[in-house]
T-cell receptor
């Protein structure tokens, strides 16, 4: 059974203060690792897919990296609009297993 | 691209009634759609996998007779909550995979907030 653990549960940063979110996973075989952003009362918004250790992807202020046991979502010089819950998931053709998310607040 | 819609966005119903939620992929065809449920301050939990033209596959602990899924076309899946009770109140979210893509990426709808009174 796939398992995903995210840390921290919540993170409060000042605008411009860079940080990283962690996603540790246990799978029988990694098909893909996914990062989503979820705003309150909305569905998750797709950010990245990573498939193999060493892979990295970037989008604006976000960068996702992957090792054999964990993934990091690095946020560089965040802005208040980056405030959201960031979800990590693993899975493939048979659906996704999600972590509980990291609730990120960026204060101006 | 990769837009998924859900209807309704919010529904309130009385205990014992049934509610139907629609999930549509607007700009792509999806052979597979997924239904998730999210309780307050919890993460998404997969309920079932919906395949076009075949029976849905339900996760352990999800009653197939209570949560009826129909994947009638490559762009539409419906979830019917039958004989709803207050404990079924939750945020229901669907997702879809693009049949033309090689990846496992899922694109999510905006969700449906169900409140059973």
């Amino acid at each position: 059974e796939d398992q995903v653990t995210q840390s921290p549960e919540a993170l409060r940063l000042q605008e411009g203060e860079s940080s990283s979110l962690n996603c540790s996973y246990t799978v029988s075989g990694l098909r893909g690792l996914f990062w989503y952003r979820q705003d309150p009362g909305k569905g998750p918004e797709f950010l990245f897919t990573l498939y193999s250790a060493g892979e990295e992807k970037e989008k604006e202020r976000l960068k996702a990296t992957l090792t054999k046991k964990e993934s990091f979502l690095h946020i560089t010089a965040p802005k208040p609009e980056d405030s959201a819950t960031y979800l990590c998931a693993v899975g493939g053709a048979d659906g996704l297993t999600f972590g509980k998310g990291t609730h990120l607040i960026i204060q101006p | 691209g990769a837009v998924v819609s859900q209807h309704p966005s919010r529904v309130i119903c009385k205990s014992g009634t049934s509610v139907k939620i629609e999930c549509r992929s607007l700009d792509f065809q999806a052979t597979t759609m997924f239904w998730y449920r999210q309780f307050p301050k919890q993460s998404l939990m997969l309920m079932a996998t919906s395949n076009e033209g075949s029976k849905a596959t339900y996760e352990q602990g999800v009653e197939k007779d209570k949560f009826l899924i129909n994947h009638a076309s490559l762009t539409l899946s419906t979830l019917t909550v039958t004989s709803a009770h207050p404990e079924d109140s939750s945020f229901y979210i669907c997702s879809a995979r693009d049949r033309s893509g090689n990846s496992y990426e899922q694109y999510f709808g905006p969700g449906t907030r169900l409140t059973v009174t």
